[in-house]
């Protein structure tokens, strides 16, 4: 278990510096919105609310089309947690490549609307609130949970304004990491190419 973390934690590392290197001189196009998410179990659905903030570089680009490096960064905070035995923050912090197509690609698209998809792997941090004895009365406390995860979104954009550039971004995610149950995510941003 422990060296398909560190190849995962490798693998990561590798397409940061790669992204980071193809992307020099590149502009970074920042995104920020807010995300809903949940994770479900057999017991119940554990739902969260937070914030989004993403970070682009487009690595390749065509009139049409790009091919991009993503750090989209999630901070989530449960949501009726007095019902819940999770009670902690969930934070997801994966490295992405997106294929992107139509307006939102490329700064020079100025089509309406746009397309992308993309996966890759990431780092996962959630606090569990555990209880310490039988009873749910008893003291429960919150234990952290982080792991390597895989990553997966798809989405779309729709232009904003006469000049079509500012785009909302509708995005879906999947996080799933080693040791934890999956985490869907649904978020709304806005990218700003002026």
Not at 144 to 163: D, Y
Request: charged share 10%; net charge positive; aromatic share 12%.
């Amino acid at each position: 278990m422990y060296t398909s973390i560190i190849m995962r934690f490798l693998v990561v590392v590798i397409t940061c510096m790669a992204i980071l290197n193809t992307a020099a001189g590149q502009k970074i196009y920042h995104s920020i919105g807010i995300n809903g998410s949940f994770t479900n179990s057999k017991e119940a659905v554990f739902p969260y609310l937070g914030a989004s903030y993403t970070p682009r570089i487009n690595f390749y680009e065509k009139p049409g089309f790009s091919i991009s490096g993503t750090l989209p960064v999630t901070l989530g905070v449960p949501l009726l947690s007095y019902l819940l035995p999770y009670q902690g923050a969930i934070i997801n912090i994966p490295a992405v490549a997106n294929f992107s197509w139509g307006g939102g690609s490329a700064p020079g698209n100025k089509q309406k609307t746009g397309y992308f998809f993309g996966g890759g792997d990431g780092y996962h941090y959630q606090l569990v609130n555990q209880y310490t004895g039988i009873s749910s009365s008893n003291m429960a406390t919150l234990t952290p949970i982080s792991s390597l995860a895989a990553t997966a979104n798809a989405g779309f954009r729709i232009s904003l304004g006469r000049r079509k550039q500012k785009y909302l971004e509708l995005r879906h995610s999947i996080t799933m990491p080693i040791n934890n149950r999956p985490n869907y995510g649904f978020h709304v941003l806005m990218t700003n190419f002026k």
